[in-house]
């Protein structure tokens, strides 16, 4: 944490397939997700889609969404990863059918230190999704947070450029996807 707000951490970009980064984060995830009996669904892009980004840190990103995920949906639930290529944009998203947001939660769920609701798996410190979406935004990328209310489930969509931006830069073809259950 003190290391990013102190702009203290280096980014190594190199080219690395949207899939590659998928198939990392739902790795290291697995035994979270599988200890909680949850069916996850992951839903690539094309296997060419690359972006330039420090491959180890946008895994770390989809990490934190899946495992938060894992974490505030019920023993037996759904979770879907999936990504699609957009004019300018990558957007990789986790979908799940758990406890889900409140408006005015939605709005908090990105400070540091911020735990909208006790989790059922029990918590964290929070300080993850603040540190996803610092480390989204210093790719030029953002973070954004869906949810039609409590115990609707939520959406975390990791936005990122096609293209390399300056870190200080906030990012705004088609893909026929494969279908994975996992």
């Given amino acids: 944490v003190s290391r990013i707000s102190r702009g203290k951490i280096e980014l190594r970009r190199t080219q690395v397939s949207v899939t590659g980064l998928m198939d990392a984060a739902v790795e290291t995830s697995r035994p979270l997700i599988e200890g909680r009996e949850h069916?996850?669904?992951?839903v690539p892009p094309d296997p060419s889609v690359q972006l330039e980004v420090d491959g180890a840190r946008i895994a770390q990103v989809l990490t934190n969404l899946l495992n938060n995920a894992a974490t505030y949906t019920p023993p037996g639930g759904e979770i879907r990863l999936?990504?699609?290529?957009?004019?300018?944009?990558?957007?990789?998203?986790?979908?799940d059918n758990g406890i889900g947001l409140e408006p005015e939660q939605l709005r908090?769920?990105?400070?540091?230190?911020?735990?909208v609701r006790p989790s059922p798996a029990g918590g964290g410190?929070?300080?993850?999704?603040s540190l996803a979406a610092r480390l989204a935004e210093m790719h030029g990328g953002r973070i954004e947070a869906r949810s039609e209310g409590a115990g609707r489930g939520a959406e975390f969509i990791l936005v990122l450029p096609r293209q390399a931006t300056s870190p200080a830069a906030v990012g705004e073809g088609e893909s026929t996807p494969e279908e994975r259950v996992l």
């Fill in 125 to 129: 410190l929070g300080i993850g999704l």
């Fill in 39 to 42: 069916r996850l669904e992951v």
């Fill in 108 to 115: 908090r769920v990105f400070e540091m230190f911020t735990q």
């Fill in 82 to 95: 999936s990504a699609s290529v957009e004019p300018g944009e990558v957007r990789i998203a986790v979908r």
